[in-house]
């Protein structure tokens, strides 16, 4: 079993930077899939960006397209860690951001069935 904890949430003003960090625990994630969706009220969940790791596609990213250019995802996996810098925050960024794990399949990166673990959750507020 994978335990993921979010932390780095908070209150910024537009034009403004966050960092997010998502701990796992419980298991081995080196290999898996970990990735940042967000919802915001009455909406459904979106996809903002992942990061895979396996002999094929170490590394490879994916963001939104809403984010591009202004995010960005790491991982250090000495740590058990995926970070998520968010730059140049606008209002439409505020939600409830969820770290995700999981063997996600090439092709569904973006979608959030395939992934199998999930955080509580860490409230990012940007006013304008």
């Known amino acids: 079993q994978v335990k993921l904890v979010e932390s780095g949430g908070g209150l910024v003003q537009a034009g403004g930077s966050l960092s997010l960090s998502c701990v796992a625990s419980?298991?081995?994630?080196?290999?898996?899939?970990l990735g940042w969706f967000r919802q915001a009220p009455g909406k459904e969940r979106e996809f903002v960006s992942a990061?895979?790791?396996?002999?094929?596609?170490?590394?490879?990213?994916y963001y939104a397209d809403s984010v591009k250019g202004r995010f960005t995802i790491s991982r250090d996996n000495t740590k058990n860690t995926v970070y998520l810098q968010m730059n140049s925050l606008k209002p439409e960024d505020t939600a409830v951001y969820y770290c995700?794990?999981?063997?996600?399949?090439?092709?569904?990166?973006?979608?959030?069935?395939?992934?199998?673990?999930w955080g509580q959750g860490t409230q990012v507020t940007v006013s304008s």
């Open positions: 995700a794990g999981g063997a996600v399949p090439l092709g569904t990166t973006e979608n959030p069935a395939p992934y199998d673990y």
């Open positions: 990061i895979r790791w396996s002999r094929w596609t170490a590394g490879r990213t």
């Open positions: 419980g298991s081995t994630f080196s290999s898996y899939t």
